[in-house]
Nanobody, 122 residues
Framework: QVQLVESGGGLVQPGGSLRLSCAAS????????MGWYRQAPGKQRELVAS???????NYPESVKGRFTISRDNAKNIVYLQMNTLKPEDTAVYYC????????????????WGQGTQVTVSS
C-alpha cells in the first residue's frame, strides 16, 4: 500500500514557475515507476510526465522542454518542476505510483494522490 500526498500548487502568472512535490509512504517507493497527471475542468485526465525506477523520463509534446520530473528515493519524493507556465496548464495535478510502461508510454498504477490545484493567470 502506498499513500501519496501532493503539495506545491498555487496561483502563478503566465511565464512563471512552480515545483510540485509528491511525498510517498512506504519503504518500496524506489521500486515504483511514477507519473504526474493533470485534469482541467471538463477535460479528461492526461499524463504530463513519468519517470522509471531509474532516471528515464518521458513527456508529451505539450509540456516537453517546460516540465521536468525527478525523484529522490532517499526522501520518497517525486517532483514536477514546471517552467514557462501557460494558462492552459491550469488544472488539478495528481501524482500516481506503480504504473507500467509499454514502450515509452506510462500506464497509471493503482495509487493516486488527492491532487493539488495549479492556476496560471494574470
Amino acid at each position: 500500500q502506498v499513500q501519496l500526498v501532493e503539495s506545491g500548487g498555487g496561483l502563478v502568472q503566465p511565464g512563471g514557475s512552480l515545483r510540485l512535490s509528491c511525498a510517498a509512504s512506504g519503504s518500496i517507493f524506489s521500486s515504483y515507476a511514477m507519473g504526474w497527471y493533470r485534469q482541467a475542468p471538463g477535460k479528461q485526465r492526461e499524463l504530463v510526465a513519468s519517470i522509471t525506477t531509474g532516471v528515464r523520463s518521458n513527456y508529451p509534446e505539450s509540456v516537453k522542454g517546460r516540465f521536468t520530473i525527478s525523484r529522490d528515493n532517499a526522501k520518497n519524493i517525486v517532483y514536477l518542476q514546471m517552467n514557462t507556465l501557460k494558462p492552459e496548464d491550469t488544472a488539478v495535478y495528481y501524482c500516481n505510483a506503480g504504473g507500467t510502461y509499454r514502450g515509452n508510454y506510462y500506464y497509471p498504477g493503482d495509487y493516486w494522490g488527492q491532487g493539488t490545484q495549479v492556476t496560471v493567470s494574470s
